[in-house]
């Protein structure tokens, strides 16, 4: 199992829709989480953290489930400017807390 | 400063010729990273650095790859004898602590012809 797995999609969603990602670990001894939004030859930028008993931004919500090692991210009410590629970060293994990348799911919200 | 800045912005060199690239990170963050991104794919780990401890090189793909970090502060990433493959986009982040979340900067575009 890679130690970060993500559907790279696209997601191609209308305005107004909810869509989910979910991204799966191997590494059962992490702690940290995050997910990070890359537009296109841009640098990626922080989105939200994940914390273990779940978190909401607004119309973002990350939600972590240790037992299948997955997090999730759920956007409603999609906007054009959402889309965007989403990157799901977990630490490497080996307790070195070095942040190890997804390759991204890709979201076209369309009109 | 108040980001991560990276220079130069973008490198266009010749096969066979070294280049550096340059990070500053946030002021007071005490880890840094390397990662570099070809096209359409997704971030390679290459050289992590923490406080004082010695840098983690495990992503660095070859001999020709170094990094340095002075103070504790900015660091260089050193390509030596560089090949068309080390065309990529390099990107520095830095963190407060380690586990903590990163801050990128906006990257440098290595171009090697």
């Known amino acids: 199992r890679k130690e970060v797995e993500q559907d790279p999609g696209p997601f191609n969603v209308p305005e107004g829709a909810t869509v989910a990602f979910n991204c799966t670990y191997s590494n059962s001894a992490s702690q940290s989480f995050f997910w990070y939004r890359q537009d296109c030859r841009k640098e990626p930028k922080l989105l939200m953290s994940v914390y273990s008993s779940g978190n909401e931004d607004g119309r973002f919500t990350a939600q972590l489930n240790r037992a299948s090692q997955y997090i999730s991210l759920l956007i409603r009410d999609s906007k054009l400017s959402d889309s965007a590629t989403y990157l799901c970060?977990?630490?490497?293994?080996?307790?070195?807390?070095?942040?190890?990348f997804g390759r991204g799911t890709s979201l076209i919200v369309h009109p | 400063g108040a980001g991560v800045s990276q220079s130069p912005s973008n490198k266009v060199t010749e096969k066979g010729k070294d280049v550096e690239l340059r990070c500053d990170p946030i002021?007071?963050?005490?880890?840094l990273y390397w990662y570099r991104q070809s096209l359409g794919q997704g971030l390679e780990f290459l050289i992590y650095f923490q406080g004082n401890s010695a840098p983690d090189k495990s992503g660095l793909p070859s001999d020709r790859f170094s990094a340095e970090r002075t103070g504790g502060s900015v660091s260089t990433l050193t390509i030596q004898r560089t090949q068309q493959e080390d065309s990529a986009v390099y990107l520095c982040?830095?963190?407060?602590?380690?586990?903590?979340?990163?801050?990128f900067g906006q990257g440098t575009r290595l171009t090697v012809v």
């Open positions: 002021s007071g963050h005490t880890a």
């Open positions: 970060v977990v630490p490497r293994s080996g307790g070195s807390y070095i942040p190890t």
């Open positions: 982040a830095s963190s407060q602590d380690r586990g903590q979340k990163a801050f």
